[in-house]
C-alpha cells in the first residue's frame, strides 16, 4: 500500500463548479500536512498547509480528518487558471521525510 | 530574486557516463532534497540534507549519490546512470526542518539511452 494515495483523476468540471479531492496517508506518525499545486511538468508550489482545524484560503479550504487519516481539499468557483495537478504532501517525524502522493488532475473548462 | 536553480534543465546520455546535476539556492535554507518524478508515481525523495555534512537516504538512492560541503549547493550525482534513471528531477529547499514551505528548482528532464 502507498503511503500517500490519491485518486489520480482527472477531474473534468465546468468553470464555476465545487469540486473536492481527498487524499489518504497510511502512517500514523504522519506530522504535517500540505496541499502543493504543479502545472503541466513544472516545478510544484505550495498551495496551503493542512491544520487540524481545517483552514480556507479564498476560494480553497482544507480538511484534516487524523481519525480517519485523509485530507481534503476543495475548490469553490472553479477557474480556468486552476487546472493543474494537486499534490497531497505529508511530512513523518521520524526521518524527516516528505511523503508526496502521485497527484489528482484537474481540468476546468469553460 | 529568492530562488532555486538547478543545471543543466534537459540532459541526453548514455549508459555509463557519469554526470553531475547541480542545485544551488541562495536562501540561506538548511534541509536541501532531491526527487524524481514518473508518471504515476509522484515525487519520490532520493537524498535530503539537513545542513552542511549532513546527507541521508530517501526512498530510491540508489544508483545516486550526493554532497553538501556548502550550504546553498546540493549536487546530484549519477556515477553510471542507466536507462530507469531516465526522469524528470526537482531539487528543493526549506528553512530549518523539512514541514517548512519546500521551494522547488525548475527541474531537469534526464534521458539515459
Known amino acids: 500500500r502507498k503511503e500517500v494515495e490519491q485518486d489520480p483523476g482527472p477531474f473534468n468540471v465546468p468553470e464555476g463548479a465545487t469540486v473536492a479531492f481527498n487524499c489518504t496517508y497510511s502512517n500514523s506518525a504522519s506530522q504535517s500536512f500540505f496541499w502543493y499545486r504543479q502545472d503541466c511538468r513544472k516545478e510544484p508550489k505550495l498551495l496551503m498547509s493542512?491544520?487540524?482545524s481545517g483552514n480556507e484560503d479564498g476560494r480553497f479550504t482544507a480538511q484534516l480528518n487524523r481519525a480517519s487519516q485523509y485530507i481534503s481539499l476543495l475548490i469553490r468557483d472553479s477557474k480556468l487558471s486552476d487546472s493543474a495537478t494537486y499534490l497531497c504532501v505529508v511530512t513523518i517525524i521520524y526521518g524527516n521525510k516528505l511523503v508526496f502522493g502521485a497527484g489528482t488532475i484537474l481540468r476546468v473548462k469553460s | 530574486e529568492a530562488q532555486v536553480t538547478q543545471n543543466p534543465r534537459y540532459l541526453i546520455t548514455v549508459t555509463g557516463k557519469k554526470l553531475t546535476v547541480t542545485c544551488s539556492q541562495n536562501m540561506n535554507h538548511e534541509y536541501m532534497s532531491w526527487y524524481r518524478q514518473d508518471p504515476g508515481l509522484g515525487l519520490r525523495q532520493i537524498y535530503y540534507s539537513m545542513n552542511v555534512e549532513v546527507t541521508d537516504k530517501g526512498d530510491v538512492p540508489e544508483g545516486y549519490k550526493v554532497s553538501r560541503k556548502e550550504k546553498r549547493n546540493f549536487p546530484l550525482i549519477l556515477e553510471s546512470p542507466s536507462p530507469n534513471q531516465t526522469s524528470l528531477y526537482f531539487c528543493?529547499?526549506?528553512?530549518?526542518?523539512?514541514?517548512?514551505?519546500?521551494?522547488f528548482g525548475p527541474g531537469t528532464r534526464l534521458t539515459v539511452l
Open positions: 528543493a529547499s526549506s528553512s530549518g526542518i523539512p514541514y517548512n514551505e519546500q521551494f
Open positions: 493542512v491544520y487540524s
